[in-house]
T-cell receptor
Framework: GNSVTQMEGPVTLSEEAFLTINCTYTATGYPSLFWYVQYPGEGLQLLLKATKADDKGSNKGFEATYRKETTSFHLEKGSVQVSDSAVYFCALSTSNQFYFGTGTSLTVIP | DVKVTQSSRYLVKRTGEKVFLECVQDMDHENMFWYRQDPGLGLRLIYFSYDVKMKEKGDIPEGYSVSREKKERFSLILESASTNQTSMYLC???????????FGPGTRLTVT
């Protein structure tokens, strides 16, 4: 079946630190992969996406590369800011269904 | 920009009440979804709809029903609310040719 596994949090980093949130997936076929972000009290917003192997999604300094050989889609940012504090969800889509990871809470301290 | 709106941000209901959660999208999307979000469990799919008057059960449909009479509106109904349905409810929509889902702001429902 299809599933997403992401690293458990919470993650606490100092401002300007490097961020990695690991995400691996299991899927039949050729899924699209996503990272969503949820700020406190809000719904989920699409952060970035990749629709085929070796694609790199990027937005707001965040990046993730679709690695078919390792079935991974790790989220990275070179220098986090306090405003990046949020919950991050990895997700995959096949045909009409979405599968989400359980979310990783990130807190960035000044 | 796609906009998905939900009728309430916060809702408090009593056990046994019938509860309606409304979701409206303005991008003519065919597909709409209802999820609940609970700490440590992530998002779980309750129901989805790929067309007007069509619905499909998700992973946790028990205790819920849905209605889609118009393309832009997808309603989630709790026939008899129970305390274990206290949760954050998220609506999403997706166009037929698009990859991503677009989410509303969520409704935090408390059943007492």
């Amino acid at each position: 079946g299809n599933s997403v596994t992401q690293m458990e949090g919470p993650v606490t980093l100092s401002e300007e630190a490097f961020l990695t949130i690991n995400c691996t997936y299991t899927a039949t076929g050729y899924p699209s992969l996503f990272w969503y972000v949820q700020y406190p009290g809000e719904g989920l917003q699409l952060l970035l996406k990749a629709t085929k192997a070796d694609d790199k999604g990027s937005n707001k300094g965040f990046e993730a590369t679709y690695r078919k050989e390792t079935t991974s889609f790790h989220l990275e940012k070179g220098s986090v800011q306090v405003s990046d504090s949020a919950v991050y969800f990895c997700a995959l889509s096949t045909s009409n269904q979405f599968y989400f990871g359980t979310g990783t809470s990130l807190t960035v301290i000044p | 920009d796609v906009k998905v709106t939900q009728s309430s941000r916060y809702l408090v209901k009593r056990t046994g009440e019938k509860v309606f959660l409304e979701c409206v999208q303005d991008m003519d999307h065919e597909n709409m979804f209802w999820y609940r979000q609970d700490p440590g469990l992530g998002l779980r799919l309750i129901y989805f709809s790929y067309d007007v008057k069509m619905k499909e059960k998700g992973d946790i449909p028990e205790g819920y029903s849905v209605s889609r009479e118009k393309k832009e509106r997808f309603s989630l109904i709790l026939e008899s609310a129970s305390t274990n349905q206290t949760s954050m409810y998220l609506c999403a929509s997706r166009g037929g040719s698009e990859y991503e889902q677009y989410f509303g702001p969520g409704t935090r429902l408390t059943v007492t």
